[in-house]
Structures are given as structure tokens and as C-alpha cells.
């Protein structure tokens, strides 16, 4: 499959690449990696290679080199004409939100991805749901063009893969794994800087957020589940961004008598972003229950239901 990627590369003249909505370290890191590779094999400037994605690139991953270039959906014309549309960590077309508008029937999908819940919408359809990352697929596919990793490369490379493995910690972690880190290392890359601004470097807002995480969660016992809803009011009330935020579901997911955890974050539009974690059941299959997806022990979703309704439907459907 790497063949008939490369040979559409090849013969794409506009490139766009892009990622999922609310994008991680793993999103934005796939698609930098993929988008300098492409530049540096692009010496003759033939081709144009941009990557766009429908949100704001997190405050926490402008430290990657070159991320300025990440362009938003909403400072792009909807006429411009792309070849090629690249597809990373994305498991619906819903998830890459605006940037969909671009797809039409002129021009290839290439859908990138390592969520078992992927729903194979492109023209060719990569899923490596035995990745840890989509990073890791991009090291591959990167070292398959026969491309030079410089550093920049290998920073977001190595934070696509930090980000989906929890520093190493996550059971999708294997071998091969190690071993890309290892290669990653090798060129220079600072493991203990990006260990740091992902997980701890937290300002004075998130500091108080977590203390409120921490006091007022509700775990019901006959679940095994931990969760907490945190209103659009109490954002903006507490000047609350959503980068501000990440790692709650994760924090939660550590009380010892929790088998799930579940963060929800009320947007602006009243509807409700969910976030589940699992140590032994199945966070893939609640996320599905609002068309959601992911992973068995991490998965999102978006519904217009209110959070009332969203924790009554997974708490009857979590089977202990």
C-alpha cells in the first residue's frame, strides 16, 4: 500500500494534508513530520504542500519546530484546488470537520490512520490499528519515500508518539516502538524537554481546574465509573480554554477503584465533548454509542445530548 501512496504523491501537484478536530500530539505531530518530509522532497518547488486542520493548533505543541505553518480551515479559500487530500488520525470524515469541504471528485483521499473504530471513508485506505501511533505509520511510510529524518522531523514524529502512548506507559506500545524512539533519540531528539511540556507543564488555570477535578468527580461504585462535566459557563467564568483541559480524563482514569473515566466539556453550542478512558473495558464501544471512536482503552466523541444524557447511556451501557 506504501507503493500506491507514494506513486499518488508522485503525481499530486497540491498536496493538502490534515488531521482530526481538537488535534493531539499525535494529530499535529504526523501531520508536521509528513508535511517537512514532503517539502524536503519537493527540491524543485514543483508541488504545493499544505496542512490544514479545522482548529487552532494547542498552545502546548507550538514548541515543534515549524508549526506556524499549520494553517486554519477558516483562513483558507474553500475554492482552492487540491490533487491530493492526506487523511491522518482521523476515523470518520466527520472528524476532520471543515476541511472536508475540500474533498470533491476531482481529487484522491488518502486516509492515514491506527483507531480500530476508523470507517475507511478515503480512495485508499491505510489502518494500522497494531500502531501505537499514526506518528509511528508516518516514520514508516517517510522512511518507505526514502526521506532523510532531520530533527525537526523526529521532534514530531517522537510527540506524535508520546502523546498516544502515554510516555510509553500504554499497552500499545510494542517493540517496534522502542525501537523508532530509539532511532528518534539517535538523531537528537530531547526526550526529557517533550516529556516535559506534555505532561508537566501546567499553568496557574489548569493547577485550579485540576483542584476542582479532584474535589468535585462523581464515581459511581457500581460501575466502576469516575466522571466529571465541566459547563460552558464554568469555562468562560474561570477564562477556561479547552487546551487547559487536556490530561483531566487521564487524571481521573488513576483512581484505583475506577475501571472508566469520563471527562465532558460543554462547547459554546451546547454540545458536549466526551473523553473515555478504560483499564479493562471497552472505551471504543461507549464512544460508538454517539458516533464516536477510538481505541479500546481511549476514545472521543461529540453529541447534541446534554450531560445528563450522555453519563445515563454509558452508564447503562457499561457491562462490568
Known amino acids: 500500500m506504501f507503493n500506491e501512496i507514494k506513486e499518488k504523491i508522485q503525481n499530486a501537484k497540491r498536496i493538502l494534508i490534515t488531521a482530526h ?9 504526523s501531520g508536521l513530520a509528513l ?3 514532503l517539502n524536503a522532497l519537493n527540491s524543485d518547488k514543483e508541488k504545493i504542500i499544505r496542512f490544514v486542520i479545522d482548529d487552532k493548533i494547542p498552545k502546548y505543541l507550538k514548541f515543534l519546530n515549524h508549526s506556524f505553518l499549520i494553517e486554519e480551515k477558516s483562513n483558507v479559500d474553500t475554492k482552492y484546488k487540491f490533487d491530493l487530500i ?14 472536508a469541504e475540500f474533498i470533491d471528485e476531482t481529487n484522491t483521499v488518502i486516509n492515514i490512520d491506527h483507531h480500530i473504530s476508523n470507517t475507511k471513508y478515503g480512495n485508499i485506505n491505510f489502518i494500522g490499528s497494531e500502531y501505537s501511533s499514526t506518528s509511528e505509520i508516518i516514520y514508516e511510510l517517510i522512511q518507505f519515500l526514502n526521506i532523510k529524518i532531520d530533527l525537526d522531523i523526529a521532534e514530531a514524529i517522537y510527540t506524535g508518539i508520546v502523546n498516544d502512548t502515554g510516555n510509553f506507559a500504554y499497552s500499545n506500545v510494542t517493540e517496534k516502538t522502542f525501537f523508532i524512539a530509539y532511532e528518534l533519540k539517535k538523531i537528537g531528539v530531547d526526550n526529557s524537554k517533550i516529556n516535559n511540556i506534555l505532561f508537566k507543564n501546567k499553568s ?3 493547577m485550579k481546574l485540576f483542584g476542582k477535578l479532584f474535589t468535585e468527580f462523581v464515581f459511581v ?21 479547552k487546551d487547559d483541559t487536556e490530561g483531566l480524563v487521564d487524571f481521573l482514569r488513576d483512581f484505583e477503584e475506577a475501571d472508566f473515566s469520563l471527562f465532558l466539556r460543554e462547547e459554546e453550542n451546547g454540545s458536549v465533548k466526551g473523553s473515555i478512558r478504560s483499564k479493562n473495558g471497552d472505551s471504543n464501544h461507549l464512544a460508538s454509542l454517539f458516533n464516536g471512536g ?12 446534554s450531560s445528563t444524557e450522555v453519563i445515563d447511556i454509558i452508564m447503562k451501557n457499561i457491562i462490568n
Open 294 to 305: 477510538g481505541h479500546k482503552k481511549a476514545a472521543g466523541f461529540t453529541s447534541s445530548l
Open 221 to 241: 461504585k457500581e460501575k466502576k465509573l469516575i466522571y466529571y462535566f465541566l459547563s460552558y459557563n464554568d469555562m468562560k467564568s474561570d477564562k477556561l480554554t
Open 35 to 37: 508535511m517537512l518530509a
Open 86 to 99: 492526506i487523511a491522518l488520525d482521523s476515523a470518520n470524515i466527520e472528524r476532520i470537520g471543515r476541511v
Open 204 to 206: 496557574l488555570k489548569q
Open 21 to 29: 478536530k481538537n488535534p493531539d500530539g499525535d494529530a499535529i505531530g
